[in-house]
């Protein structure tokens, strides 16, 4: 018998052994019985080329494969709602050699499914949204954040020249802003970064009618003051008011003033700063009052001569 063996190639071996314990599997769960012997005779027997391949079922996977099952049930995602087992193993050895399937064989219709090398990524096609990231990766994330990548080509920043992978170090992961970047102010946190920054165009600064005139101190600190100081109606007025949905807006005042003075002094002082300066800082245009005791200086009328 060992000289038999030595004769036999790998592949019968393994096939053989697969045969017997698959069929040794079956009989124990549906009462049938087998010796030891005869399971291994059987497993010699040529294969008939004509032979069927037995129907197999789910049930029959898990009496061999513990584990692919438990991590579809755990992070299977749609390869737990959508697909079976034998919808991806169309067969097992000997009667069928290739059970791995290609992902193209259900993926396919977008660029990122077009890519090489799925299980680089995609590692437990049993837990497929679980992904195990490369360093220095961006162009397969971004065939599939395709938002992302518009943002970041259309709206150049400094981002746009980093790998997705410098941030998101494990797929889903969203690092905090002032992990890289210092706050504009000592008590800034992160939920307040998002109220003007997007990530994949931090430069293109937009903001909501409800910003708190402080988030803008960080970077406007001068006209900050300056409005806090302010002892006019500007003193109320928030920075977003004036400065509304586009970062960098600078309103006429005439937009809400309309035309305050005269014609006349319109046109001799055509700019509302030569009197007023800045919007932040309104100048004081009372005339000195004089003090009640204080009595104007009397004009003596010159002598005329004769």
Do not use: W
């Not at 000289?3 to 599997?25: D, P, W």
């Not at 102010?185 to 430069?203: F, G, I, R, Y």
């Amino acid at each position: 018998m060992g000289g038999g063996m030595e004769k036999m190639t790998k592949q019968r071996v393994v096939r053989n052994m697969l045969i017997g314990a698959f069929c040794m599997a079956c009989l124990a769960t549906t009462g049938g019985s087998m010796t030891a012997q005869a399971a291994d005779k059987e497993a010699k027997a040529p294969v008939p080329a004509a032979a069927q391949a037995p129907t197999l079922a789910i049930t029959d996977c898990i009496k061999c494969h513990a584990q692919a099952p438990k991590d579809i049930d755990e992070r299977g995602g749609k390869h737990k709602t959508e697909v079976s087992c034998i919808d991806c193993h169309a067969g097992h050895p000997p009667n069928v050699a290739e059970i791995i399937p290609q992902c193209k064989q259900c993926h396919s219709g977008k660029s990122h499914y077009e890519l090489e090398g799925c299980l680089q990524c995609h590692s437990n096609p049993h837990a497929p949204l679980e992904l195990s990231l490369a360093k220095k990766l961006t162009a397969p994330c971004l065939t599939c954040h395709e938002e992302q990548k518009v943002q970041l080509n259309k709206f150049k920043s400094f981002h746009s020249s980093m790998d997705c992978t410098d941030c998101h170090s494990k797929h889903g992961a969203v690092p905090a802003c002032m992990s890289c970047h210092e706050g504009h102010t000592p008590d800034m946190v992160q939920a307040e970064c998002s109220n003007c920054h997007k990530a994949h165009m931090p430069l293109e600064v937009k903001y909501g009618k409800e910003l708190a005139s402080k988030q803008c101190s960080g970077c406007h600190q001068d006209a900050y003051s300056q409005l806090a100081a302010n002892k006019t109606k500007h003193h109320d007025v928030s920075c977003v008011t004036c400065h509304q949905e586009k970062h960098g807006t600078i309103p006429r005042c005439e937009d809400c003033h309309g035309v305050p003075h005269a014609p006349g002094i319109i046109a001799k002082f055509p700019k509302c700063g030569g009197c007023h300066s800045t919007a932040h800082d309104l100048n004081n245009i009372d005339e000195p009052k004089q003090a009640k005791s204080e009595k104007p200086e009397q004009v003596k009328p010159e002598k005329v001569k004769k």
